[in-house]
């Protein structure tokens, strides 16, 4: 693969590769764009096929957080780190150590914070070496229970656009994945009189929240196709993709998931389909402005107002695709944009 290539397509300013020997530490720090600050974005361990899928996954990933961390409001730009490997086999104190030590030697740049594969006890062994590290016991903690409340916020916002009100009673949501995030949407999702149904990989997962909240359970291909007012994906990406989207019987889709569009192409169908979406970077920001509230001073409940905030950032999206007669991922796209733009224009003041 021609890396400059990818940099220049997606407007990177930094790849870092990152190799030790003893703990066995191969990994790949992406940073994307600093115009709003320090680029900040976790780290996941994934057992990649290829080393070049873990680099695009890299690029691809710091890119969507300086365009999250933007939207969200923050000053920050966007990074993102992805080690190779098998959790379940690499995971040790070394191989964060290690990498704690890369993190250090970019003086600021990047910021880490806990991803897929990765927890509050990574970060802390990370911390050892670096300070450049958030989502630390004690501090922010599990951003997860934020995350969910604000993912929460960007479903009323979107039921708004959709019903013409937040008032979720009786509406049914077919929420796709049920871990730490995926629970607590649907936990808020219950206490607002919403109808679920669910569905997840792990059976011990829907057997709770069918305990829990009443929910239905289904199996996880037929989550796409059941009857519902809203679509969740709360679980992996390219989950709206050439095979789902026509099986689709919702009118708005709104999850946490990262990265649910497959391919541009499947954002445009949705419009075609009259179903609203609510670009995921947006409606899942409000896990990064808890860590951002980490690196301030962190205080709960100013994290939870900022997290409410993603109803407003949601509704904004949703003028700007009406102002600009445009797709919502393209709105989301331009509402991130227009931001840096403002921000990078800024001229210095003499004194």
Request: proline share 2%; charged share 30%.
């Amino acid at each position: 693969m021609k890396i400059f290539d990818y940099m220049e397509k997606y407007g990177h300013e930094q790849i870092v590769f990152c190799y030790e020997p003893v703990s066995g530490l191969k990994a790949i720090i992406g940073i994307h764009d600093t115009t709003l600050g320090p680029a900040l974005g976790g780290t996941r361990i994934w057992d990649y096929d290829s080393e070049e899928d873990a680099i695009i996954d890299a690029i691809r990933l710091s890119r969507g957080m300086t365009y999250k961390n933007a939207v969200a409001g923050l000053n920050l730009g966007g990074g993102k780190g992805v080690i190779i490997g098998d959790a379940s086999k690499i995971k040790n104190e070394e191989l964060f150590r290690a990498y704690g030590r890369y993190i250090e030697g970019l003086s600021g740049r990047y910021i880490t914070a806990e991803d897929m594969n990765t927890d509050t006890k990574d970060m802390s062994i990370i911390n050892e070496e670096t300070d450049f590290v958030a989502g630390l016991e004690g501090k922010s903690g599990d951003p997860s229970p934020v995350t969910a409340f604000g993912v929460f916020r960007g479903i009323q916002a979107t039921a708004e656009e959709v019903f013409g009100s937040t008032d979720l009673e009786g509406k049914v949501v077919a929420v796709q994945g049920l871990g730490a995030v995926g629970y607590d949407v649907c936990k808020h999702l219950h206490e607002a009189g919403a109808k679920l149904i669910v569905t997840d990989i792990k059976k011990d997962y829907i057997e709770k929240a069918v305990e829990d909240f009443g929910a239905k359970a289904v199996e996880p291909d037929e989550i796409y196709g059941v009857e519902c007012d809203i679509f969740s994906p709360c679980a992996m990406g390219a989950i709206i993709n050439d095979f789902t989207i026509e099986q689709l019987k919702c009118k708005a889709v709104a999850g946490s998931a990262n990265n649910q569009l497959a391919e541009d192409k499947h954002g445009d169908l949705l419009e075609e389909k009259g179903i609203v979406y609510a670009p995921d970077f947006v409606i899942n920001g409000a896990g990064v402005m808890n860590v951002y509230e980490e690196l301030q001073g962190y205080d709960e409940a100013r994290a939870m107002a900022r997290a409410s905030g993603i109803y407003d950032n949601v509704k904004g999206v949703f003028e700007i695709a009406k102002r600009d007669n445009i797709p919502t991922y393209k709105a989301a796209d331009r509402l991130a944009e227009e931001r840096i733009e403002k921000i990078a224009k800024l001229g210095k003041i003499r004194i």
